[in-house]
T-cell receptor, first 113, second 113 residues
Framework: GQQLNQSPQSMFIQEGEDVSMNCTSS?????WLWYKQEPGEGPVLLIA?????ELTSNGRLTAQFGITRKDSFLNISASIPSDVGIYFC?????????????FGQGTELSVKP | DVKVTQSSRYLVKRTGEKVFLECVQD?????MFWYRQDPGLGLRLIYF???????EKGDIPEGYSVSREKKERFSLILESASTNQTSMYLC????????????FGSGTQLSVL
């Protein structure tokens, strides 16, 4: 079946640094979504992308839907301690079944004050 | 705002017990999903439902069943819990159709002893 490869698996950064993470797939996706999960909570949607090439921002977060429709990246600028959490990418495939999403393995972000 | 409510945040059960995880959404969404989350493996789809009384197997359905008698409620059942089913379980819902956003509950951390 379709799979997403998300990298890096974890990041340890200093407050104020920029962060970049990405997801790639061997197959095409119609939609890319980025979620953040804080400890003890369910994932919360950050950004949704619907068109190849689309670049969307949400505050200090910026995400892009790759031109090939097989990848997406998420950037966080000027990180702060509350950015800590696990970030997941998710994609809705072309031959989608019942609206289900495929998820990446997650990127665990730690921010040192 | 969409609300997806999972009945328990933490559960401790014994091997062989029958376990019910309940999920309710308040936005009249057609599609509902059960995922399990394990470190390094991301979110894996167990079962999903795109209508009342309809269900489809996800990627890891073995050892689980589901019930959707009413549109707002989607239950995950572990017929005979085993220690390898210790995990975080996440329920989610979304509207039918493409490009709709997926909303998660806060999760149930299940420990099977």
């Amino acid at each position: 079946g379709q799979q997403l490869n998300q990298s890096p698996q974890s990041m340890f950064i200093q407050e104020g640094e920029d962060v970049s993470m990405n997801c790639t797939s061997s197959s095409i996706f119609n939609t890319w979504l980025w979620y953040k999960q804080e400890p003890g909570e369910g994932p919360v949607l950050l950004i949704a992308l619907y068109k190849a090439g689309e670049l969307t921002s949400n505050g200090r977060l910026t995400a892009q839907f790759g031109i090939t429709r097989k990848d997406s990246f998420l950037n966080i600028s000027a990180s702060i301690p509350s950015d800590v959490g696990i970030y997941f990418c998710a994609g809705e495939g072309v031959y989608n079944q019942g609206g289900k999403l495929i998820f990446g393995q997650g990127t665990e972000l730690s921010v040192k004050p | 705002d969409v609300k997806v409510t999972q009945s328990s945040r933490y559960l401790v059960k014994r091997t062989g017990e029958k376990v019910f995880l309940e999920c309710v959404q308040d936005m009249d969404h057609e599609n509902m999903f059960w995922y399990r989350q394990d470190p390094g493996l991301g979110l894996r789809l167990i079962y999903f439902s795109y209508d009342v009384k309809m269900k489809e197997k996800g990627d890891i359905p073995e050892g689980y069943s589901v019930s959707r008698e009413k549109k707002e409620r989607f239950s995950l059942i572990l017929e005979s819990a085993s220690t390898n089913q210790t995990s975080m379980y996440l329920c989610a819902s979304k509207e039918g159709g493409v490009n709709e956003k997926l909303f998660f509950g806060s999760g149930t951390q299940l420990s099977v002893l």
